[in-house]
């Protein structure tokens, strides 16, 4: 290979891993938008980003913005090659979700000669780890943003087992820091005026839950 082939080598390598990702702004997810249209996984990246820089400042616990962006960048860039798997499914690809990414992962690393992939797939670990404040902050975001979006669509796209999620998916991932808990009770009460307007009873739905523990 010439020297100019092979400095040119690099932007072409970067070039197919942005063809890669693109897939991210046609996989939908199992939410769905204010106008009816369903969410993008670049969608609900995109807001995460946007939660993160605002909620940021209110947290318990300093974060490094910087850092955060960047596991939120990369945190489904496996979904280009597994897609996106709702979170209460039971199938066999869910069951396979974990082992399907890491080897989804492990290609990703050979698309670059230099440390790029590596480095991509160190940020990606760290979220699925999720051990540092970030990645529990991105965690926490991950589950923010379904339960923010799902307030803003309407009721009929929300599946039945859905409406006790609202008491149970945000809880753990923020439970760590008090400004995540304040942000995960607003988001709540919002998801509360929702199921009531559409005659559900969250009463009961609570009761419901209380006497599964």
């Not at 820089?53 to 955060?68: D, F, G, T």
Request: glycine share 4%; hydrophobic share 45%; net charge negative.
């Amino acid at each position: 290979m010439s020297d100019e082939r092979a400095s040119d080598r690099p932007v072409h390598e970067m070039l197919e891993f942005f063809t890669l990702a693109e897939k991210l702004k046609t996989e939908l997810r199992h939410s769905w938008l204010s106008n009816g249209r369903q969410e993008s996984v670049a969608d609900h990246c995109w807001l995460m980003a946007l939660m993160a820089m605002v909620i940021s400042p209110h947290l318990e616990h300093a974060v490094n913005l910087q850092r955060v962006l960047l596991l939120i960048a990369v945190h489904d860039i496996a979904e280009t090659k597994v897609g996106d798997i709702p979170y209460f499914e039971q199938s066999e690809r869910k069951t396979n979700k974990a082992a399907a990414e890491r080897s989804a992962m492990a290609e990703i690393v050979t698309m670059f000669s230099d440390p790029t992939g590596a480095n991509i797939a160190s940020l990606w670990q760290e979220f699925e780890d999720g051990t540092t404040m970030e990645a529990r902050f991105v965690r926490a975001l991950d589950h923010l943003e379904v339960q923010f979006q799902h307030n803003l669509a309407a009721i009929e796209t929300w599946e039945p087992c859905e409406y006790s999620l609202v008491y149970t998916k945000m809880t753990d991932r923020c439970a760590h820091d008090r400004g995540l808990t304040r942000v995960a009770q607003a988001i709540r009460s919002r998801a509360e005026l929702k199921l009531v307007a559409a005659g559900v009873d969250i009463g009961a739905l609570r009761a419901g839950l209380d006497n599964s523990l």
